[in-house]
DNA sequence: GCTTGACCTTCCAGTTACTGGAGGCCTTAT
DNA sequence: ATAAGGCCTCCAGTAACTGGAAGGTCAAGC
């Protein structure tokens, strides 16, 4: 299977299939031509990377977990420990954004939006905050 | 006003407030001796520029932030624009991280986390998730 | 046999917003 | 005189790609 054959069947852009590639994940071989040469194990291990990738993994992660589901020992505490961790992650993300969100539309609610220059958004900013 | 007392002011790091000074954001004095000298107006500056990153704009929407609030002839529709349309932005990152987050907790409740190898999270990564 | 166009290759640079570190002046206090 | 600490610049690295240049390969058509 050639590079662009892999990336119609796994949604992945040519690009980053090569750069999945030279990050180590994954290990395709090469045709007489210098091409890669993708096998089915490829294939399903960069529809994987790709899963995990859009669940919000991180490539360390993606390579965890490609690990564990390589490993017939592993232990599920093991992989729901590491998702745990990412939910963890994209939990504060979350909050974090919707603090921003909360303040923001605030202000966007209090801003006349006219051709008048006065404007509560800029007025915010410029404001102390400060503690003291 | 050396750089160290801009940041105790600011909050921000004296590394962030020379990038800020690189990208054009500030341009303070300097000393005789080479050190830069920040004025009451840098300082308001770089206040104001960080209380709007901490709202999430990013660089480019930060110039353009200050330079509507140094345009006395703004329109505040223009920031509202602007705000709006980095809410819009925040909301859709809320959403990808709300599905992210729907989907791994499912998975992780499913997942005994015990030291069986069985385990739903690699199991659902691994799974053909094809239209076709 | 040759050209054309679609693929494929590698390598380099750029993206965002910093952050860390090396190497080296300047200042202040002892 | 020296030591500590603050300041300077420049270079490299971070995450995960993405775009583009320069060039080899392959299949089809004339």
Known sequence: MNISD?????GLPVKTIRYY??????????????YRDFSD?????????GRARSLGFGIEACRDLL???NDQTRASAD???????HL?????????LGEMR???????????GNDRPDCPILADLAADHGSA
Chains 1, 2 share one sequence.
């Open 6 to 10: 892999v990336a119609n069947s796994t």
């Open 21 to 34: 590639e030279d990050i180590g994940l994954i290990t395709p071989a090469r045709s007489a031509n210098g």
């Open 41 to 49: 194990t490829d294939l399903h291990k960069l529809a994987f990377i």
């Open 67 to 69: 690990r564990l589901y």
């Open 79 to 85: 992989v729901k420990r590491l998702a745990q961790s």
């Open 88 to 96: 963890s992650e994209i939990d504060r993300k979350i909050t974090e």
């Open 102 to 112: 909360d303040t923001l539309s605030h202000l966007i609610d209090a801003c006349a």
